[in-house]
């Protein structure tokens, strides 16, 4: 194959692998590089020893209607991805009789029963189950309108009492967007209340959920693309303020269209360089925020020990993130409680773990500096284990094998450090006040021919569905891209 393509995409993530299937299918003639032995970034399915899993904790939604089988659909890979739709969850909240309880285990479990787990007193809940009401039937226009305003003032505009706001914040904002309640833009929190609560939470896919991104890279070779791996683009080749393509450590392949799923501050501050761009668009790049990281251990057990769900929270009533707690956090003071996620790979798909045992994933809030070692974490992970052992006093001793990730782990697999302290955040840019909905970086660059894909531009939801709808929407700007480009050569 000649070493020139109609569209180069970098990176086979959710964004990029998706982008360049759709584009192939569609008939542009498309090369799909990526530094890893396979595709999935920062949701990769890993195989070893037995054990089957996605490389740390990754629960997605929503289920109906999801945008990850609506790719698989259009380039017909449906067939090569199982998807595991359990409809049960199992958070854990610690009431006040300082019994961690498990509740919401229902596919759509009752509000009333809901409130009562929380302890929402009985006068609170009517105004409870409007708020509920109002989020979950605002007007795509009403949401649009709270790009300026945080999630927690949304909130507390209304009387949330502290179980409720411990639910809708630790699992809305601190899970599904790794960053405080208070930074977290109210139009973008909402979107995914609704999803959640009419089109459901908890997709995985037998053998990790980085399958999909693996059917997704597949179906590029099989639209007569070409997909390499281990092949790290060190740089975006630039002439006269357009794309000419890319250049690894072994070639130079040429494209009048990159796509780069690496990441915008890494694609602007190394793979292209400052001397590109305009002084302005550069600081624009530089100020933008990353959401946090999602840190935390991979427990191999002996035996099984939490049962059936595949999927829960532990949260209790001082567990939301605030910006004021997060900052002393980050400076040594770690909270009393935090919430903490667990996924049980092995209760949705029986051949993740050798029979009879378990694999437990946990994950929670983290810095997102690269440089910080497991060492340094040692305090954030005592925390997390803590949690997990008084919820469920049996998992300690089951425990054959610990692995605790770091944000290093995450950068190493994903996106490279390009500015100090960053590189490790779990979702990609912060979809925050100022950066959230409309507010959002835009696909386009200001370089002809450089589009952005993934969690950083143009999608909307929650991690690797927020990448997908990016690989859509970016499929179809460069498609037009394209038939404008070709009618005018
Ligand atoms: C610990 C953790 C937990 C998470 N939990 C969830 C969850 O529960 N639910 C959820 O939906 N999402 C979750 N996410 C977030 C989700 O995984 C990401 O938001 C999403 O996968 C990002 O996809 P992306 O396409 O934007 O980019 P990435 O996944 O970052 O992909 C970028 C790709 O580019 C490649 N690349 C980078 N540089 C180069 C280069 N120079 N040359 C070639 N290739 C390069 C990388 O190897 C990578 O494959 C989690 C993430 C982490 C880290």
Known sequence: MSNSYDVIVVGAGFGGASSAALLAKRGLKVLLLDKNAKAGGKAMAISKGGWTYTAWLVVSAPVQNNVLEAVLKEVGMEGKVEFVTPGVQGPRFKQSSGKWVIGADEPTPDPVKIFSWLEVPEAEQADALGLLGEMTLMTPKDIAAMDDISYAEYLGRHKVSPGLWSFLTSLISDGCFVLPADAVAASEAITVVQQV??????????????????????????????????????????????????????????????????????????????????????????????????????????????????????ISRETSWNIDKWIKAKNGQLPEEMPVWFEVPSNYDPGAAPPGKQIVLTGFLGPTDPKLTEKDLKPWFEKGDKMMFEVFPDLEAAIEAREYYTPHDVSVLTRDSVLPGIGGECIGLAQMVGQGGAKKPSITSPIQGLFYVGCDAGGIGVGIQQATDSGMKVADHVMRYHRLRQSMI
């Open 197 to 314: 609560f009419l089109r459901g939470g908890g997709v995985f896919a037998k053998g990790g959920i980085g399958r999909v991104a693996e059917a997704y890279a597949e179906a590029v070779g099989k639209f007569g693309g070409q997909t390499i791996f281990r092949s790290r683009v060190e740089k975006i080749n630039v002439e006269n303020g357009r794309v000419t393509g890319v250049s690894t450590d072994k070639e130079t392949y040429r494209a009048p269209i990159v796509i780069s799923n690496v990441g915008i501050q890494p694609t602007v501050l190394k793979l292209i360089g400052e001397k590109h761009f305009d002084k302005m668009y550069v600081n624009y790049v530089k100020d933008l925020v990353p959401s946090l990281s999602f840190i935390g251990a991979r427990y191999f057990l002996s035996k099984p020990i939490i049962p059936t769900v595949p999927y829960g929270a532990v």
